[in-house]
Antibody, heavy 116, light 110 residues
Framework: EVQLVESGGGLVQPGRSLKLSCAAS????????MAWVRQAPTKGLEWVAT????????YYRDSVKGRFTISRDNAKSTLYLQMDSLRSEDTATYYC?????????WGQGVMVTVSS | DIVLTQSPALAVSLGQRATISCRAS??????????MHWYQQKPGQQPKLLIY???NLASGIPARFSGSGSGTDFTLTINPVQADDIATYYC?????????FGGGTKLELK
């Protein structure tokens, strides 16, 4: 059974940093691209970033370029999202997802609140 | 970016057919591949993939869900609607980066 479990969320002040993790199991992690997708409270879904199966390629939405870094450790089957210079508009539930043509499996999500 | 437009809400009776539409601002089809996907999200839960590439049922999804469409117009059909189907439904395109989602259609009971 595919499982994705996020951790690392919480309350953080504007301008500070936070690092999210996503532990994967139930599939060969190193064979798949992975992504982060977020959802602001009461809002819709918004893709944030994707990393290729081997980590050689990364892609970001414009609003997080230069502030967020997606990475992975295939030996640990873990995906990461380093979030720097956080803004109030980054407040959301962050989901990790397996990224094939679609997002075929999702974690339960972790809440990030950016507020002073 | 490709903009996907969905109606905000749809009211339906149990046992009836629900048709949820999604319109793209430009074609999301390449050759015979229609790069539109559908997700279901219940309150407090993560999204779940229902349909990929417009008409392919994802693993474990009941056959009362189906998808159709090509180019810019796509449809998710639930027939018959069951109580467990009350949720918000999102379309998503992978034709171009960035991947984008529709605003969601909340399925409600009439």
């Amino acid at each position: 059974e595919v499982q994705l479990v996020e951790s690392g969320g919480g309350l953080v002040q504007p301008g500070r940093s936070l690092k999210l993790s996503c532990a994967a199991s139930g599939f060969t992690f190193s064979n798949y691209g992975m992504a982060w997708v977020r959802q602001a409270p009461t809002k819709g879904l918004e893709w944030v970033a994707t990393i290729s199966y081997d980590g050689s390629s990364t892609y970001y939405r414009d609003s997080v370029k230069g502030r967020f870094t997606i990475s992975r450790d295939n030996a640990k089957s873990t995906l990461y999202l380093q979030m720097d210079s956080l803004r109030s508009e980054d407040t959301a539930t962050y989901y990790c997802a397996r990224h094939v043509v679609s997002f075929d499996y999702w974690g339960q999500g972790v809440m990030v609140t950016v507020s002073s | 970016d490709i903009v996907l437009t969905q109606s905000p809400a749809l009211a339906v009776s149990l046992g009836q057919r629900a048709t949820i539409s999604c319109r793209a601002s430009q074609s999301v089809s390449i050759s015979r591949y229609n790069l539109m996907h559908w997700y279901q999200q219940k309150p407090g839960q993560q999204p779940k993939l229902l349909i990929y590439r417009a008409s392919n049922l994802a693993s474990g999804i009941p056959a009362r869900f189906s998808g159709s469409g090509s180019g810019t117009d796509f449809t998710l059909t639930i027939n018959p609607v069951q109580a467990d189907d009350i949720a918000t439904y999102y379309c998503q395109q992978s034709r171009e980066s960035p991947p984008t989602f529709g605003g969601g259609t909340k399925l409600e009971l009439k």
